[in-house]
């Protein structure tokens, strides 16, 4: 496996069968479940202190323009505004119908997005970007054509061939010529939610989508010329089936999106007020929901799309699945990425950056937002500095993540460490998991086994050193 690693950066796409999938153990699955972090950074978001603030940032950016080297940049720009609430949403949104709060919310952003450029000038070259939500095209066609324009004034992009610009759509809300309109002001990759096919599913959690709607737009995406396009499907929903699942997972592969997200549906009402409408009656049991599971992953597999990690799916061919192969792949807020060497520049309310060895978070408020970018200051109201140890620890994270396995002969030449004896006690936990058949442990390797792979979040908890403490912010969904 570990030769494999190296000899598959100039391996050619292989054929199906030498994909291997994960191995389901439904009983393995339930046993072991339980809340853990999904691993979009380390330390996670929850762990991140209000004592970093703006000036904190100010000088994460310094020392990266004195470090040189010139890394490019992703761009991630969170647009929180919905016609409608879906249910099941966990996500930082305003749902209105108020046009007029996305165009004074645009002239911020645009505010924010100067004074992020400014600060990068020299080095800011955008190899990456992406448009969250919310609902990114809740902005009219006009408003996205205004803004894409001010980030191209703002910062200089790959070209189209090379960079990675993406944008979440809701297909409620756009017609073909919208997409095509997409295109032309520079998006080449595409994010459709359709969460379940099924009405009564749809009903449930208050996003009624057509199944024709989504098919009309991702046959003009591929007109247009997206680059990409994507799925993302949730199971566990209320109103859900086996044979619902069946039905819906069956329509998502024959429209033959590059790449399936399929989530887990983490209902936390306590947390979460829409999620209060769903009824506790119309949800499928725990066991239903690791049938569905199982059934995703071998109607997918059967269908030739290769498990990257977590809850995504790939052709062999997309380049989250080369990346994989070729040991690029990367973790970050927006999930797996296939631009590990960029520093992550977040503009909108709540969004989250990665800039240096430093995360930083935007106000989570419009009041607030606004208040700050009126003082002149970059909303930042939130962050962490990460220390050796945390490098040192997000790195191995990243590696199980994204690689399911790391070198410790790697790890010891890239830190100051002897492996066997800084993680000496998480070693001596990971024995738990090796016994349970999850990971392989040798003198220099740990890799996780298409049984542990499901489970990838067990694994990482491990070295996790931040969970023997008491959490200041809401706690985390279950690990399957």
């Known amino acids: 496996m570990h030769a494999d690693a190296f000899t598959a950066t100039v391996a050619p796409v292989a054929p199906i069968a030498a994909y291997p999938t994960v191995e389901f153990d439904g009983e393995l699955l339930q046993r072991l479940g339980k809340s853990g972090p999904r691993y979009t950074s380390y330390p996670t978001a929850d762990r991140f202190d209000a004592g970093f603030g703006y000036r904190d940032y100010l000088l994460a950016v310094a020392g990266v323009l004195t470090r040189g080297g010139m890394r490019p940049l992703s ?98 809300t756009v017609s073909a010529g919208r997409v095509h309109s997409l295109r032309s002001q520079g998006f080449n990759r595409l994010s459709l939610g359709v969460q379940d096919f099924d009405a009564d599913v749809q009903r449930a959690v208050n996003r009624v989508q057509p199944e024709a709607g989504t098919r009309a737009i991702i046959e003009a995406a591929r007109a247009a010329g997206f680059r990409s396009i994507s799925i993302d499907l949730i199971y566990g929903l209320p109103k859900q089936s086996l044979d619902t699942m069946r039905q819906t997972i069956d329509k998502v592969v024959a429209l033959d999106p590059d790449r399936i997200s399929v989530y887990h549906y983490a209902h936390m009402p306590h947390l979460f007020k829409p999620q209060r409408r769903i009824l506790q009656a119309d949800m499928p049991s725990g066991d239903t929901k690791l049938q569905m599971l199982q059934l995703c992953i071998e109607r997918l597999a059967a269908a030739g799309y290769v498990y990257i990690g977590m809850d995504h799916f790939a052709k062999p061919g997309d380049d989250l699945a080369v990346a994989q192969r070729q040991g690029r792949l990367h973790r970050n807020f927006q999930g797996y990425s296939t631009h590990a060497d960029c520093d992550l520049v977040a503009c909108g309310v709540s969004a989250i950056g990665a800039v240096g060895a430093t995360y930083s978070q935007n106000a989570k408020t419009l009041d607030q937002y606004y208040d700050l970018l009126d003082q002149n200051e970059l909303p930042v109201v939130r962050g962490t500095r990460l220390a050796m140890d945390d490098l040192l620890r997000r790195t191995l994270i990243q590696q199980l993540m994204c690689q399911f396995e790391v070198s410790a002969r790697a790890i010891e030449q890239a830190f100051p460490i002897v492996f066997a004896d800084y993680f000496a006690p998480e070693l001596a936990r990971l024995r738990t998991l090796e016994r349970d058949g999850l990971v392989g442990i040798g003198p220099d390797w740990i890799s996780v086994t298409m049984k542990g792979r499901l489970l990838i979040r067990n694994v990482c908890m491990v070295f996790d050193r931040y969970l023997s403490a008491p959490a200041a912010g809401p706690r985390h969904s279950q690990t399957i």
């Open 75 to 172: 761009l991630y720009l969170h647009i929180p505004f919905c016609d409608t609430v879906c249910y099941y949403c966990a996500c930082n949104k305003i749902v209105t119908r108020k046009r007029d709060k996305a165009a004074t919310y645009l002239s911020y952003l645009k505010r924010e997005i100067a004074m992020q450029g400014a600060l990068f000038a020299g080095m800011n070259e955008v190899a990456q970007l992406h448009l969250g939500g919310g609902t990114p095209t809740y902005l009219s066609d006009q408003q996205m054509g205004e803004l894409m324009a001010h980030l191209r004034r703002t910062f200089r992009f790959a070209p189209d061939d090379s960079g990675e610009y993406g944008i979440e759509v809701d297909p409620r």
